[in-house]
């Protein structure tokens, strides 16, 4: 299986390699939180994918569609051997963008990793955490995004070198602005046979409430301490 990063040129290749009856590798969809990955979630469903998710974790306010989510995903927090992984096999999972070094060795993966305007995502998290009852500083929401971008950018690289994964980059705002293209984009890198009308039909602008109005200032150093720490305030861990 080809690893990396795919363009447009490759995808129907990769596409191709695929039974359209049996996936033979596990679907997994990441990035920051409040990047659309439970949108991502629910349109693979829509489209005929079969996910993993126990359903713990409710809809509410922040994520009216629900959140689709895996408690189990957080025991790769830990070292220790993840058999149950291995058979996801045909689904998709969400899994926080800080564990995808976890991912078992030998285990075909292909990552949906979805971006989004880096002034939106503490502006979404920020509703979220008030919602949820939870304060932070000025300075921790400062630190957030070179601390997320830092560690994107880290992650990335590392998939990048990893035989048996392949990745497929999003952005979250092009998605919410012409989903189709993106729909076909996700059906030709896992294999085909979705839906790509029902998937696109998940996308809404309602979906679209923080938006950015200016250019954010990124500072250079982050700490990745920050980045767990949201994402434990934020439910994900």
């Not at 058999?83 to 963008?97: Q, T």
């Not at 993966?109 to 979805?114: H, K, L, N």
């Not at 992650?155 to 999003?170: C, D, F, G, I, Y």
Request: glycine share 8%.
């Amino acid at each position: 299986m080809p690893r990396g990063n795919f363009d447009m040129s490759n995808l129907a290749a990769c596409g191709a390699r695929v039974s359209v009856n049996k996936r033979t590798f596990v679907t997994v969809v990441s990035g920051p939180p409040r990047s659309g990955t439970s949108m991502i979630m629910q349109m693979l469903q829509s489209g005929g994918m079969p996910i993993a998710s126990d359903g713990i974790r409710q809809p509410d306010e922040s994520s009216p569609g629900g959140y689709f989510e895996l408690e189990r995903v957080e025991s790769l927090q830990h070292s220790s051997p993840h058999p149950w992984f291995r058979e996801l096999h045909g689904r998709a999972v969400k899994i926080p963008y800080v564990l995808l070094y976890r991912l078992p060795a030998g285990c075909p993966c292909r990552i949906i990793f979805m971006g989004r305007h880096w002034g939106e995502i503490p502006a979404s998290q920020q509703v979220m955490l008030k919602r949820n009852g939870v304060t932070t500083t000025p300075s921790h929401d400062e630190a957030l995004v070179p601390a997320s971008r830092d560690g994107i950018v880290q992650v990335k690289e590392w998939l990048a070198a990893q035989p048996e994964k392949a990745m497929l980059s999003l952005d979250y705002n092009e998605l919410i602005h012409d989903a189709h293209p993106h729909c076909e984009k996700m059906n030709l890198f896992l294999g085909g046979a979705l839906d790509v009308d029902r998937m696109a039909a998940v996308v809404g602008a309602s979906l679209y409430r923080q938006r950015q109005t200016g250019l954010v200032e990124e500072p250079t150093v982050g700490d990745e301490r920050i980045v767990w720490q949201r994402l434990k305030d934020l439910g994900y861990l």
